[in-house]
């Protein structure tokens, strides 16, 4: 069965330094998303990602943040100049046209 | 502004006790109202997407409801296997044929044998 993959599953960074969450999506999906879930909150939405660029972002996706789809089959997140508060689960997701997102495993992202 | 409002946010059954969990909503044009489970350190794993108001949809133990304002996840005799959060989350209508989710926070779910 096809299956969102994300990379590394849990990354430790230091305050200030730029970190890559990698994701492959599913092959044939169209659209590409980030997530990310603070410990005991909500799931938030941060972007998605469409035809080579973004669709849409939301408030926390700051200058900070950016995505890229640098082949047929990577999907990243960087993050620039790490702060404490961006500790937390980053989950990519993928769907086709008006169907049901898949997410991955998620990388737990840990700012020291 | 779109919400989604989930209750209770933990629920205690014992095996077999069937019950229902809510998830409210409120949001500009409903394109899909969404139900995930999410286990500990995971991510969220698709269960259903319901449309319209009066849509049902079921797999196993698990059966969703939909209205103009709410939606409902029962489960029937449950079992510890079906411990796990559920997450409730709505897409929009909008110019993006993809859509972003906006997830309530989830109902924890507790079966104990």
């Known amino acids: 069965e096809p299956e969102v993959t994300q990379t590394p599953s849990h990354q430790v960074t230091q305050m200030g330094q730029e970190v890559i969450l990698r994701c492959v999506p599913i092959?044939?999906?169209?659209?590409f998303y980030w997530y990310r879930q603070i410990l005991g909150q909500k799931v938030e939405f941060l972007v998605s990602f469409y035809n080579n660029e973004i669709s849409e972002k939301s408030e926390i996706f700051d200058d900070q943040f950016s995505v890229e789809r640098p082949d047929g089959s990577n999907f990243t997140l960087k993050i620039r100049s790490t702060k404490l508060e961006d500790s937390a689960m980053y989950f990519c997701?993928?769907?086709?046209?008006?169907?049901?997102?898949?997410f991955g495993q998620g990388t737990r992202l840990t700012v020291v | 502004e779109d919400q989604v409002t989930q209750s209770p946010e933990a629920l205690r059954l014992q095996e077999g006790e069937s019950s229902s969990l809510n998830c409210s909503y409120t949001v500009s044009g409903l394109r899909g109202l969404f139900w995930y489970r999410q286990d500990p350190g995971k991510g969220p794993e698709f269960l259903f997407t319901?449309?319209?108001a009066g849509e049902e949809k079921e797999k196993e133990r698990l059966k969703a409801t939909l209205t103009k304002k709410e939606s409902f996840l029962h489960i029937t005799a449950p079992k510890p296997e079906d411990s796990a959060t559920y997450l409730c989350a709505v897409q929009a209508r909008g110019y993006n044929q993809g859509g972003k989710l906006i997830f309530g926070q989830g109902t924890e779910l507790s079966v104990k044998p």
């Open positions: 092959s044939n999906h169209l659209y």
């Open positions: 319901l449309y319209s």
């Open positions: 997701a993928s769907n086709f046209l008006n169907t049901e997102a898949f």
